[in-house]
């Protein structure tokens, strides 16, 4: 680690890692001496010692200095700038006030930070943060507070702990830790995440949530719910063990025990996996769907399904079976389901059948109203004709 002061600038040649204890031990010596004799008075009046008994670190104490880092080939990793900094030799800990720094990748700035104090440890290879750390990534505009920074740059890895909060155009986000990936562009949260979207309007809730930045993405590894806005109202909401939201085509992935709930009108749809177009306000399933109607009590049940929120309307294909609160019952190889008018038209080996009186209708297709037991089966264009089964009622002795 360099430490430059600004009344005495000082050429020094960069430190090979192979000799970085015995390089800061002549360079702290050298700026010592210099401090020393220019201005022993002066260091003294504003840096008194304080060392207890049975110290003896030797620190020294700089005022408007700059700490500086560089990697094997003379790159920096790393540069701050503070009002006074403090460095104590035998534990290679340097200490800085007020400090703004720039943290580097491959020669390049990453982050801008700004904090109350800095400590930089393990013979310079890290560097921390402590107390209301401001973060700026200068490429894409993202801003994270926190209050406690580490900085790992061979590992490519800055960490965020204890209240975060991350800024930009495109997302805004809470957590209690942020790992940053820079040559990725890429940020974990975990911990309480609470994360908001812009455009598509959504807020999500959940443990840990990747953001890959270049790809406009939102990846939500543990069980995730996403609320979704219209006028600053939630219009619906998903659920499950994992999501992927594309920020960009606007179309979240819900995977294992996937939900999504509407409010008007008050439904459920719930399969393994789900595709859910924000953009369209669309919800498609390949895998076996089950869509419930919670004001009417209707269950139905396909192989697949598709659900149009404008127009509210459910399509169903493949082993379709809906169950109404009496009993009653429809089968057949494809359904629309009409919310708004309460209507559906079945086709396709249609079997209807209710409990009382208890009968079983036949035919090519059907349509009606499920919960009033209104249901009209015919015949297609197959010829076959509508079969009509009355089963009586036992008598009670």
Same mark, same amino acid.
């Given at each position: 680690m360099t430490i430059r002061k600004n009344f005495f600038p000082?050429?020094?040649?960069?430190? @090979? @890692? @192979?000799?970085?204890?015995?390089f800061l031990s002549l360079v702290l010596c050298f700026l010592l001496l210099l401090i020393t004799a220019c201005s022993s008075q002066t260091q003294t009046a504003k840096q008194p010692q304080d060392n207890t008994p049975g110290e003896t670190d030797s620190k020294l104490t700089v005022y408007g200095g700059i700490l500086e880092q560089f990697d094997e080939v003379g790159r920096p990793i790393w540069s701050v700038k503070a009002k006074q900094a403090r460095y104590t030799e035998e534990k290679e800990i340097g200490q800085v006030d007020q400090p703004y720094g720039e943290l580097y990748q491959d020669g390049k700035v990453v982050y801008q930070i700004t904090a109350e104090k800095a400590d =930089?440890?393990?013979?310079?290879?890290?560097?921390? #943060?402590?107390?209301?750390?401001?973060?700026?990534?200068?490429?894409?505009?993202?801003?994270?507070?926190?209050?406690? #920074?580490?900085?790992?740059?061979?590992?490519?890895?800055? =960490? +965020?702990r204890d209240r975060i909060n991350g800024q930009h155009k495109q997302l805004q986000a809470i957590a209690k830790e942020a790992k940053?990936?820079?040559?990725?562009?890429?940020?974990?949260?975990?911990?309480?995440?609470?994360?908001?979207?812009?455009?598509?309007?959504?807020?999500?809730?959940?443990?840990?949530?990747?953001?890959? =930045?270049?790809?406009?993405? +939102?990846?939500?590894?543990?069980?995730?719910?996403?609320? *979704?806005?219209?006028?600053?109202?939630?219009?619906?909401?998903?659920?499950?063990?994992?999501?992927?939201?594309?920020?960009?085509?606007?179309? $979240?992935?819900?995977?294992?025990?996937?939900?999504?709930? #509407?409010?008007?009108p008050p439904m459920q749809i719930a399969s393994n996996a789900m595709?859910?177009? #924000?953009?369209?306000?669309?919800?498609?399933?390949?895998?076996?769907?089950?869509?419930? *109607?919670? $004001?009417?009590?209707?269950?139905?049940?396909?192989?697949?399904?598709?659900?149009?929120?404008?127009?509210?309307?459910?399509?169903? %294909?493949?082993?379709?079976?809906?169950?109404?609160?009496? &009993?009653?019952?429809?089968? @057949?190889?494809?359904?629309?389901?009409?919310?708004?008018?309460?209507?559906?038209?079945?086709? &396709?080996?249609?079997?209807?059948?209710?409990?009382?009186?208890?009968? %079983?209708?036949?035919?090519?297709? $059907?349509?009606g109203n499920i919960q009033t037991e209104n249901i009209v089966v015919k015949a297609g264009n197959t010829g076959k004709r509508v079969i009509t089964e009355i089963i009586p009622q036992e008598k009670i002795p």
């Open positions: 000082v050429l020094l040649p960069y430190p @090979s @890692s @192979s000799a970085a204890s015995p =930089i440890q393990q013979n310079g290879q890290q560097l921390f #943060l402590k107390g209301k750390i401001f973060a700026k990534d200068p490429r894409n505009g993202i801003m994270l507070y926190g209050n406690e #920074l580490e900085w790992r740059p061979k590992e490519d890895l800055l =960490i +965020l940053v990936k820079t040559r990725e562009q890429r940020i974990d949260f975990s911990g309480g995440v609470l994360a908001n979207s812009a455009d598509p309007p959504l807020q999500i809730r959940t443990e840990h949530l990747i953001w890959k =930045i270049k790809d406009q993405k +939102l990846i939500g590894d543990r069980p995730v719910q996403i609320d *979704h806005y219209k006028n600053k109202q939630v219009t619906d909401r998903g659920r499950g063990d994992s999501a992927e939201i594309n920020l960009k085509t606007k179309i $979240a992935t819900i995977n294992k025990n996937s939900q999504i709930e #509407l409010l008007d595709t859910w177009n #924000l953009n369209t306000e669309t919800v498609k399933s390949n895998t076996p769907v089950r869509v419930f *109607h919670k $004001a009417e009590n209707v269950t139905v049940t396909g192989n697949q399904g598709e659900l149009k929120i404008p127009q509210k309307t459910v399509y169903l %294909t493949g082993n379709v079976n809906g169950v109404g609160q009496k &009993g009653q019952s429809i089968q @057949s190889d494809n359904l629309t389901w009409y919310l708004d008018r309460k209507i559906v038209e079945a086709q &396709g080996n249609v079997t209807y059948r209710q409990v009382n009186p208890p009968m %079983t209708f036949n035919g090519d297709k $059907a349509q």
